[in-house]
């Protein structure tokens, strides 16, 4: 694991990171490398947890310390995600379970679904969870007595909320995504051919003059990148807003930054 800042260059304009710290993880077990699954910073940028094997790992930012190693999975964690105030994260792995953890390191609440947890992910908005598997995914949060479960098919890969909360973007295997209410209920589907590994909301954009916003701002936009090797575009409609571009890559992950 290793934590990069990135400072602009003053000549060319451009970023190079420079690295703050490195843990070089996990001892070898049988010969095999502890894999690092998912991290996720809280949004004061102090803390950051991570997915490694069974274990969730929690470093204070600014020096590398390890401020917890928390054993609540008994089998690979896959997804790990902060909530929006920093006072608590989720968990999810191999074991079917997800983990609600305080930022002291405390288990708080645990519930399970019946295939692997493929991913989890807090509310930008609210402190609704969302934890992704197989056949289903649930939604809960400390209003909730339990858990409420949607149906889906197939293998849900990846999911991302949107920047104000009310939609919830799904990727599935076959290639199909699903845009969803913040209840469950699908609103549109959009279908392509390959898996969809990675799902972003681009940020909200800034508005124009006079403080209005630009009549061809198409909203919330929802940037899917696509194992046939394209990154597309779509509005929360499932309306295509660009061309999609060809990366020549197989995209695994998108994150905005800025």
């Known amino acids: ?68 190693r928390l054993k609540g999975h008994k089998a690979d964690v896959y997804s790990v995600s902060f909530i929006r105030d920093g006072t608590r994260f989720a968990s999810g792995g191999a074991d079917n379970t997800v983990i609600i953890w305080s930022n002291k390191g405390e288990g708080v609440l645990k519930y399970t679904h019946g295939e692997s947890i493929q991913k989890v992910s807090y509310n930008p908005a609210t402190d609704q969870l969302v934890s992704c598997t197989a056949t289903d995914f649930g939604l809960w949060s400390k209003e909730q007595k339990s858990v409420s479960k949607h149906k889906v098919f197939p293998r849900v890969l990846s999911c991302a909320w949107s920047n104000d909360g009310k939609n919830l973007a799904l990727g599935h295997e076959n290639g199909k995504i699903s845009i969803r209410d913040a209840k469950g209920a699908e609103k549109v589907t959009v279908e392509r051919r390959d898996p969809i590994a990675c799902l972003a909301w681009a940020p909200p954009a800034s508005l124009g003059a006079g403080g209005k916003q630009d009549a061809n701002d198409p909203g919330e936009l929802l940037v899917v990148g696509c194992w046939d090797q394209t990154l597309s575009f779509y509005t929360t409609e499932g309306a295509a807003h660009h061309k999609p571009r060809k990366l020549h890559f197989y995209p695994c992950s998108l994150s905005f930054f800025s």
């Open 1 to 68: 694991l290793r934590v990069d800042s990135n400072v602009r260059r003053r000549n060319s304009g451009r970023m190079r990171p420079i690295t703050l710290w490195e843990d070089p993880g996990l001892p070898e077990r049988d010969g095999v490398k502890s894999t690092i699954y998912e991290l996720d910073f809280s949004r004061d940028g102090q803390l950051l947890v991570v997915a490694c094997a069974n274990l969730v790992l929690v470093y204070d930012v600014a020096d590398g310390d390890l401020v917890h």
